[in-house]
């Protein structure tokens, strides 16, 4: 496996050429090359035999892919990349870890296998000029959603072992839990509350986010918090299921 040319280093030049003064690239995590993948035939038993076992060179290779690309966004002047990681969000639900389980894996260390992954896809020489932040949701096709559960089950590796600079986090509705987890956050990161929900057409209550923004600076420092839609500011391109037009 190898990167033979940048994905997103043309959408990126556009919106640079625009006039755009700082564009975010959003691309999709490394792990999601392997949650959705594992055991079948995407993952070629011809270029690794040995399959997806830790710290094979499937993984590896994922990773020099993921930092190629990123060094190509630097070279651009891109300073800001997003990570979309929808795979640890889905393994705070019981029924994605029983899966995990019924395809053979060891939670705990695919889990662990998953920080090494994506820390290893972001080292790049240049890491310390760009801004690295990392999306996390339960799902939001058409505003429906895969998964329910609290950060809990991930939150160590999630908030205190991936070296992202901030989380940009799904806490729109009771699926998502509650704020308890942050506890876990490293001391150098900021967290993006997703408290205003793109799934539904209706407001929020302006003094409920204002509360409930309060209630998470109980854990995490107020200037360390930010407020921001659950998940974009939009379902997908298809629309919601219930859209506001």
């Not at 564009?23 to 392997?34: G, M, R, Y």
């Not at 509360?211 to 360390?224: C, K, Y």
Request: aromatic share 10%.
């Amino acid at each position: 496996m190898g990167l033979s040319k940048s994905v997103s280093v043309s959408g990126y030049e556009f919106l640079k050429n625009l006039g755009v003064p700082e564009a975010k690239v959003c691309i999709p995590s490394p792990t999601l090359l392997h949650f959705g993948a594992a055991k079948t035939p995407q993952i070629s038993k011809t270029a690794y035999p040995e399959g997806d076992t830790y710290g094979s060179a499937f993984f590896q290779d994922l990773a020099a892919c993921y930092r190629a690309e990123i060094s190509a966004l630097y070279k651009a002047g891109c300073r800001y990349v997003q990570l979309d990681e929808t795979s640890l969000a889905l393994m705070c639900d019981p029924k994605f870890e029983r899966n995990v389980i019924s395809r053979g894996y060891d939670f705990e260390a695919l889990l662990n296998q998953y920080v090494t992954l994506i820390n290893d896809s972001i080292d790049i020489p240049e890491r310390k000029q760009m801004t690295i932040s990392m999306h996390s949701c339960r799902g939001n096709y058409r505003a429906m959603w895969l998964a329910e559960g609290s950060y809990q089950r991930v939150a160590k590796a999630l908030f205190a072992d991936i070296k992202v600079d901030s989380h940009f986090l799904e806490f729109d509705n009771e699926r998502s839990g509650g704020f308890e987890p942050l506890k876990f956050l490293a001391p150098n990161k900021t967290v993006v509350l997703g408290l205003v929900t793109s799934k539904t057409p209706e407001l929020e209550n302006k003094e409920s986010i204002i509360a409930r923004i309060h209630e998470a600076a109980t854990i995490i420092p107020l200037d360390r918090l930010c407020l921001s839609a659950q998940c974009g500011f939009a379902s997908t391109h298809h629309g919601t299921l219930s859209s506001i037009l």
